[in-house]
């Protein structure tokens, strides 16, 4: 079955540390993976996202990830954490083909910042 | 251009009573899904609608229905609610196919 996981619940780094976060996947077919960052009481912005190509990929806020086939990986990444970057993180497959459109989200990782 | 619009912003509701959800797509935008999120959990898929159709629903009981309007506008429909459906409410728009969703600011359903 297509899932997705996020085995970090919660991380806690530094202001100016940097910054992982992991995400595996399950899926048969060519993943079109995305990373959500989601403040209190919002609703999902979209981060970065990976349809094919280049593995390494950019995304706003300075966030980017790198998609890995071998692994079934696709990990988040900021090199240096401000406090404003404190959210919570979901990692998400699109489920696709024929009629199917729907997103798999991973439980998400919440990440606070130390000043 | 405004993106993706939900009402209300919060809800409280009693056990049993229904409830309506609404929805307004980013401009230019076909396809609207809906999305459960239960505190501390990721959002979990309930159905999809595109040409005023259901076109695929997630494992949620009949009690949740939806609806499509021409403008593609939509609203989610709760029946008997039971506190367990207490949740932040999330829709979704985009085109047709498999192009990325763009999500709302969310409705935050508490039944009491």
């Known amino acids: 079955a297509q899932s997705v996981t996020q085995p970090d619940i919660h991380i806690t780094v530094s202001e100016g540390a940097s910054l992982e976060l992991r995400c595996n996947y399950s899926?048969?077919?060519?993943?079109?993976l995305f990373w959500y960052v989601q403040s209190p009481g919002q609703g999902l912005q979209l981060l970065l996202k990976y349809f094919s190509g280049d593995t390494l990929v950019q995304g706003i806020k300075g966030f980017e990830a790198e998609f890995k086939r071998s692994q079934s990986s696709f990990n988040l990444r900021k090199p240096s954490v401000h406090w404003s970057d404190a959210a919570e993180y979901f990692c998400?497959?699109?489920?696709?083909?024929?009629?199917?459109?729907?997103?798999?989200f991973g439980t998400g990782t919440l990440l606070a910042v130390q000043p | 251009d405004a993106g993706v619009t939900q009402s209300p912003t919060h809800l409280i509701k009693t056990r049993g009573q229904q409830v309506t959800l609404r929805c307004s797509p980013k401009s230019g935008h076909d396809t609207v899904s809906w999305y459960q999120q239960a505190l501390g959990q990721g959002p979990q898929f309930i159905f999809q609608y595109y040409e005023e159709e259901e076109r695929q629903r997630g494992n949620f009981p009949d009690r949740f229905s939806g609806h499509q309007f021409p403008n593609y506008s939509s609203e989610l429909n709760v029946n008997a609610l039971l506190l367990g459906d207490s949740a932040l409410y999330l829709c979704a728009s985009s085109l047709s196919g498999w192009d990325e969703q763009y999500f709302g600011p969310g409705t935050r359903l508490t039944v009491t």
């Open positions: 899926y048969g077919a060519t993943p079109y």
């Open positions: 998400a497959v699109l489920l696709y083909g024929g009629a199917t459109n729907k997103l798999i």
